[in-house]
């Protein structure tokens, strides 16, 4: 079983930054991709962000430019640097972690971290 907690989130203004951190803990043979998805009420969950265990990276359009995925193997962690916020990325965030058991891959979810931004 894999466990998945997200930080960072909280009250920030149009304009500002906020950085993520996503830990996976637990037991498992490797994890796969590792990604940032958000929910905002009313709303569909949607992808913002997810980055391959070699690095590559994928972004959700209304992102791109404003927000970097970044991962440290060594400490099973994903970021999510997010700069020139928008009222429009209020949401809560929750991390997506893909990995490998004795014999097939899973995928767990964290709890989510609140991120609201003001006018």
């Known amino acids: 079983q894999v466990q998945v907690v997200e930080s960072g989130g909280g009250l920030v203004q149009a304009g500002g930054s906020l950085r993520l951190s996503c830990a996976a803990s637990?037991?498992?043979?490797?994890?796969?991709?590792m990604g940032w998805y958000r929910q905002a009420p009313g709303k569909q969950r949607e992808l913002v962000a997810t980055i391959s265990d070699a690095g590559t990276t994928n972004y959700a359009d209304s992102v791109k430019g404003r927000f970097t995925i970044s991962r440290d193997n060594a400490k099973n962690t994903v970021y999510l640097q997010m700069n020139s916020l928008k009222p429009e990325d209020t949401a809560v965030y929750l991390c997506n972690v893909n990995w490998w058991g004795p014999t097939r891959n899973y995928f767990s979810w964290g709890q989510g971290t609140q991120v609201t931004v003001s006018q």
């Open positions: 637990g037991s498992f043979f490797s994890i796969n991709a």
